[in-house]
């Protein structure tokens, strides 16, 4: 069993930065991919970034070049850097664990955090 506890949530204006952790128990975590999802009220949860266990990245097209993902599998951590923070990407942040050859699809992981909420003020 694999617990993923996300932290590193906050508000911050537009423009700014924050920097997403998320922390995975269990000696497995340098075998899986991981990948971060996104839920906006009223809306689906969506893909944001994922990480291969080899370390090839995916992005949404809403984050390219703002967002990155990378991952300590010494510390066990997976990251997610976002800058030039905007307003519409408020939600709760998950991040997700598991061993699938689409890490940009929700289906294929089978451990997740409790979210963490980044809102972006205007």
Do not use: H
Not at 25 to 37: D, E, L, N, V
């Amino acid at each position: 069993q694999v617990q993923l506890v996300e932290s590193g949530g906050g508000l911050v204006q537009a423009g700014g930065s924050l920097r997403l952790s998320c922390a995975a128990s269990g000696r497995t975590f340098s075998s899986y991919a991981m990948g971060w999802f996104r839920q906006a009220p009223g809306k689906e949860r969506e893909f944001v970034a994922s990480i291969r266990s080899g370390g090839s990245t995916n992005y949404a097209d809403s984050v390219k070049g703002r967002f990155t993902i990378s991952r300590d599998n010494g510390k066990s951590t997976a990251y997610l850097q976002m800058n030039s923070l905007k307003p519409e990407d408020t939600a709760v942040y998950y991040c997700a664990g598991g061993l699938t050859l689409a890490p940009w699809s929700e289906m294929g992981y089978i451990y997740w955090g409790q979210g963490t909420q980044v809102t972006v003020s205007s």
